[in-house]
């Protein structure tokens, strides 16, 4: 049976194996010049200087718009691969079984129907996140000095820090659970809807809404956020900004290290009260002073919940460990329906 | 007579819509004997594939039992060792060889027996590196055939094997059907609309009709059992016992019954003809569709399970 899926495989796996390489040979061409950059630039070295910002910001405009290009296609190819996997490779598991009628010819063999699926299951799934595995390998790798770099330098957004869901979720070991899970998702499909293309659509469907479903709702709290509290001076009064829907004091930009991840930033006065800005009447007009002088006897804090940039490991065990247990749930979900249910 | 497919009862139904069901299959009581070549025969819709498809565990039943072998088809350990089975239309892996799907017969069956599915495809004349999408109907047909003979199975099963082939490919599917069954002895269950593809092959005959026997039997005795009686215009009723209507057409002045008789027919009146089993077929089939299911009884009383 372990030969049947190979055989089978064969095909699909070529081709995977022939994007990796092409992948690889791009990659690997560009990487000499871009690690050569990284090196001259000195940001590995920058926080025992505390000139990261700088250093960081000139190597990001040093890196020639290309790399750029293929740094952005490696991060959307990242996304869209698990996916993929889930809609070409599992969801025809069961389906196109279904639609030629080979089914009669699999499951009157001297192997049950349960494990015939056991072991498909096993052999395709174990490809798609070798698959999946080389490739993260392989991205991680090279978009590691552009990482540093965009993570470092002035003005980057919540999104391109490693914690932020663009890096998490297309770097390291991720991507590999994410496709174990996609799969799984769409030999379930396959094996429910028993049509290929309406499987697929469902598979593709599915995964997204999960993908993005537990990157707003789930991943921030996999782990309880840390708090700190800043105080803020006069002069940080009249950056005013907008958190969860209210008004705030933006936090001075000192407070907060590179790479953490800020869920949430609440501006409280000297009893405690969550403040909104915006219900100070000085504060409602253009005059900024005006306002800064009616805050400033409020004596407010900021009150930051955040991930720290250093549990991005534990972040990134935990949920590959929960993405690969729902693989296997609905893995063995699947072989068991296969062989309760005698289907046509 | 010990029986390789034994039911009681046996039904199959389909979820139609939220509430609904549809029978493919309804209270189907049979046996079908070991050691011989059995044609299954019915109109569409008989319930034929539902039957075989029952019987290598591809269905569950809805109600009642089916025994194959001797045992419930594909319990949870699964496979079906002892059992090849012909899938109607021959499914195969389009992208695959010939040798892949031997080799694939290899590594699902334990006790496969590779040098004679090589030999047979080698005797068949064909490519065994020939993808499996690019073969003909009637070279599909052989090498399903090949992978079931290949397992040594007790039991073929062959769901309207010909049904798609043309006439020569049929010929040549059913000869090399016998010439397995007479080296190997396995067991023969094949279902057929066509009653010719059967006349040539099978010695036990089972007309299934709106899943009830209608008439099961050796083919021998069952044409010796039946006759087709025209003479002038009488009432079927007044036939002496012993002598049962399967089949009366009427015209103004003459009557021809197909009678089922198990003594010589007397009455001189009678112009007395045997039949050919095609006729046999169509008389059982035609009988249920004029009276429709409202006397399911009647037939199966007829068709005495010998």
């Not at chain 2, 334990?110 to 490519?127: F, N, Q, S, T, V």
């Not at chain 2, 003979?149 to 062959?158: G, K, S």
């Not at chain 2, 593809?197 to 209608?214: F, G, K, M, P, Q």
Request: proline residues 5%; glycine residues 10%; hydrophobic residues 50%.
């Amino acid at each position: 049976m372990i030969r049947l899926s190979l055989r089978q495989l064969r095909g699909q796996a070529a081709a995977a194996a022939a994007a990796l390489a092409v992948v690889a040979v791009v990659l690997g061409a560009a990487a000499p010049h871009l690690f050569h950059l990284y090196d001259a630039s000195g940001v590995a070295t920058c926080r025992a200087h505390d000139d990261c910002v700088p250093l960081a910001t000139s190597l990001v405009n040093a890196i020639p718009g290309y790399y750029g290009i293929a740094y952005f296609c490696g991060i959307g190819i990242a996304f869209a691969l698990p996916a993929a996997i889930g809609a070409f490779w599992g969801a025809p598991l069961v389906s196109r079984e279904y639609e030629t009628g080979t089914y009669k010819l699999a499951w009157t063999q001297g192997v049950s129907r349960g494990r015939w699926l056991a072991v498909k299951l096993s052999v395709v799934g174990l490809a798609a996140m070798a698959t999946s595995g080389l490739f993260s390998l392989l991205l991680t790798w090279w978009s590691g000095p552009i990482d540093t770099a965009t993570g470092l330098k002035e003005g980057t957004s919540v999104t391109f820090i490693r914690l932020g869901f663009v890096l998490f979720a297309t770097r390291d070991i991720t991507p590999v659970a994410y496709a174990a899970f996609g799969f799984a998702l769409g030999v379930a499909a396959g094996l429910l809807i028993r049509r290929t293309v309406p499987a697929m659509a469902v598979t593709l469907v599915v995964f997204v809404a999960v993908q993005i479903g537990w990157a707003v709702a789930i991943r921030p709290h996999l782990i309880p956020p840390a708090h700190t509290v800043v105080a803020l001076s006069e002069a940080d009064l009249g950056n005013l900004g907008i958190a969860g829907g209210v008004e705030i004091v933006n936090p001075p930009a000192a407070a907060l290290q590179p790479g953490e991840w800020i869920l949430s930033t609440q501006t409280v006065d000297q009893a405690g009260h969550v403040l909104d800005v915006a219900t100070v009447s000085q504060c409602r007009g253009s005059n900024t002073q005006a306002c800064q002088a009616a805050l400033v006897p409020l004596r407010l804090r900021d009150v930051i919940a955040y991930q720290p940039a250093n549990r991005f490991w534990a972040f990134q065990w935990y949920e590959a460990a929960i993405f690969l247990a729902l693989a296997v749930a609905l893995a063995g979900w699947s072989a068991w329906w296969l062989s309760r249910h005698r289907v046509t | 007579m010990s029986a390789v497919i034994e039911t009681t009862g046996l039904g199959k139904a389909y979820r139609r819509g939220l509430t609904g069901r549809h029978w493919a299959l309804r209270d189907c009581t049979l046996a079908i004997p070991a050691g011989r070549i059995v044609g299954l025969v019915g109109p569409n819709g008989a319930g034929k594939t539902t039957l075989l498809n029952l019987a290598v565990g591809l269905l569950t039943p809805t109600s009642g039992s089916i025994e194959v072998l001797g045992r419930r088809p594909c319990g949870h350990g699964g496979g079906q060792g002892r059992v090849g089975f012909v899938a109607q239309d021959t499914p195969m892996y389009a992208r695959l060889s010939v040798a892949d799907h031997l080799r694939l017969g290899g590594w699902l069956n334990a006790g496969w027996d590779a040098a004679l599915a090589e030999r047979r495809i080698g005797e068949l004349g064909l490519d065994p590196g020939q993808r499996a999408g690019s073969l003909s109907g009637g070279e599909r047909a052989q090498v399903a055939l090949t992978m079931a003979i290949a397992r040594h199975p007790e039991l073929m099963i062959l769901d309207e094997p010909v049904a798609s082939l043309d006439p020569l490919a049929r010929r040549e599917f059913l000869g090399s059907l016998m010439e397995a069954v007479a080296e190997h002895g396995a067991s023969v269950v094949l279902s057929s609309h066509l009653v010719a593809d059967l006349e040539r092959v099978c010695d036990y005959l089972i007309v299934l009709v709106a899943s009830r026997v209608r008439v099961a039997g050796d083919v021998g005795e069952l044409l010796a059992a039946h006759r087709r009686l025209s003479g002038p215009r009488r009432d079927p009723g007044t036939l002496p016992a012993g002598q049962h209507v399967v089949g009366a057409s009427h015209t103004d002045k003459q009557s021809t019954l197909f009678v089922r008789c198990d003594e010589p027919i007397l009455d001189p009146s009678w112009t007395v003809r045997p039949v050919t089993l095609e006729d046999l077929v169509l008389a059982y089939m035609s009988q249920t569709r004029s009276r429709g299911a409202a006397a399911p009884g009647r037939g199966a009383r007829l068709g005495v399970v010998s």
